[in-house]
């Protein structure tokens, strides 16, 4: 085990150095080191780490929407109001409908396995998108219009709606029928989420006031707590639905908002365990990715992907009519809001083990998504930011 964490970290910066030199996103090398080191390559990574990996990537997206919630100033939000809303499921919805729509025609499978194959595809990737945002919120770029922070609430409540939708359609195939009920569970889940967060942000900033505690002390319970509130989640499902992960991200606005001097200092902290956070994420991403499925898929699968992607993008821009973000910032929310991994590398494979006729070929869509949208969605953001927005909020 030790023997694969240090190959694990050795390989995955090099190769992301490597990238980086490149002019690509680090991340690129990252995913690279996992697929080449994971069970379906070499199988350098020991079965002790493979086993808890989606504990892992759990752990480092609790580690970046803490530190989003640190940076996320719900009053910016205000300013783009009703496209922050719209932004939560519109483009999901979009690109769910067009995969229902058009893989049929393009692939042998149903039409219910296709909406099944939609929501899979559905859920953009806050792991690679939110360090992008935080980026962009530190140099500035799109800050004058929130930009930054638009994409990144829109991506926290993105997975939420497109995981219930999931889990709707596999209950159609179960035979269960669908479960219109559970489309409630929507809001719920969100208001839920977010009252807990916020009431447990209150609390620990009347702690952190009243008790002397080291910075370091403090990440570490807010960590804790952090993982507590994901776990409460799956606790209380059967009784009451609510986002764990929205929880985290209102935690870290409330103490923003309350003490914004201590939220700067604990991102700070996090910004630096970030570091090995995102190594072990992405690595770990690769290392679920079957590189076979996507070797067998078609070119009727890919041009499935890019036009699911096409009609995504006509969502963002929908959300945003009416809104005061030009045609150049409009643009880079839609790029902004295309790259997927760690979702499909989570639920990818389940259509599969339910035994969904078009199981396999569902996984190897997820798949080729990871491959294809990951990198590409990270290199366009990359490389347009300083182009389509305005520093310092011009």
Request: with cysteine; net charge positive; glycine share 10%.
């Amino acid at each position: 085990m030790i023997f694969s964490l240090g190959i694990m970290v050795l390989c995955g910066l090099l190769l992301s150095g490597i990238m980086q030199k490149l002019k690509l996103p680090g991340l690129i090398g990252m995913l690279l080191t996992g697929i080449i080191l994971g069970p379906y390559a070499l199988n350098l990574i020991a079965p002790e780490i493979l086993n808890v990996s989606a504990d892992l990537r759990e752990l480092a997206l609790i580690v970046i929407l803490t530190r989003a919630g640190l940076s996320l100033d719900i009053a910016d939000l205000k300013k783009v109001g009703r496209s922050a809303i719209l932004m939560c499921f519109v483009p999901a919805t979009f690109e769910i409908a067009a995969v229902t729509l058009f893989a049929p025609m393009l692939l042998p499978i149903s039409r219910l396995d296709a909406a099944i194959m939609g929501t899979v595809l559905g859920a953009v990737s806050p792991a690679v998108i939110v360090p992008k945002m935080l980026m962009l919120m530190e140099t500035g770029y799109g800050k004058g219009k929130s930009i930054p922070q638009l994409i990144m609430a829109g991506v926290s409540v993105d997975d939420v709606f497109v995981i219930v939708l999931f889990t709707s359609f596999m209950g159609m195939h179960g035979g269960n029928g669908f479960d219109g009920l559970s489309l409630a569970q929507i809001p719920v889940s969100i208001l839920v989420g977010a009252t807990i967060g916020a009431l447990l942000g209150l609390l620990l900033c009347n702690v952190f006031k009243k008790y002397h505690i080291r910075d370091t002390l403090k990440v570490l319970i807010l960590l804790s707590v952090a993982g507590l509130l994901v776990a409460l989640e799956t606790a209380v499902q059967a009784l009451i639905p609510m986002s764990g992960l929205l929880s985290i991200m209102a935690l870290g606005c409330t103490i923003l908002k309350i003490h914004p001097t201590l939220a700067a200092r604990l991102s700070r902290k996090f910004s630096k365990i970030w570091v090995a956070a995102e190594l072990m994420l992405f690595v770990l991403v690769g290392a679920a990715v079957d590189v076979s499925h996507a070797m067998n898929a078609g070119l009727a699968v890919i041009a499935l992907i890019f036009l699911a992607l096409c009609i995504r993008l006509c969502g963002v821009f929908a959300c945003l009519i009416k809104s005061p973000l030009r045609f150049k910032e409009r643009l880079f929310c839609a790029l902004a809001y295309l790259p997927k991994a760690t979702v499909q590398a989570a639920i990818g494979g389940l259509p599969l083990a339910a035994g969904l006729p078009s199981g396999k070929l569902i996984l190897t869509v997820a798949v080729l998504a990871i491959l294809i949208t990951a990198p590409l969605g990270a290199i366009l953001i990359d490389a347009t930011y300083k182009r389509l927005l305005k520093k310092d909020g011009g």
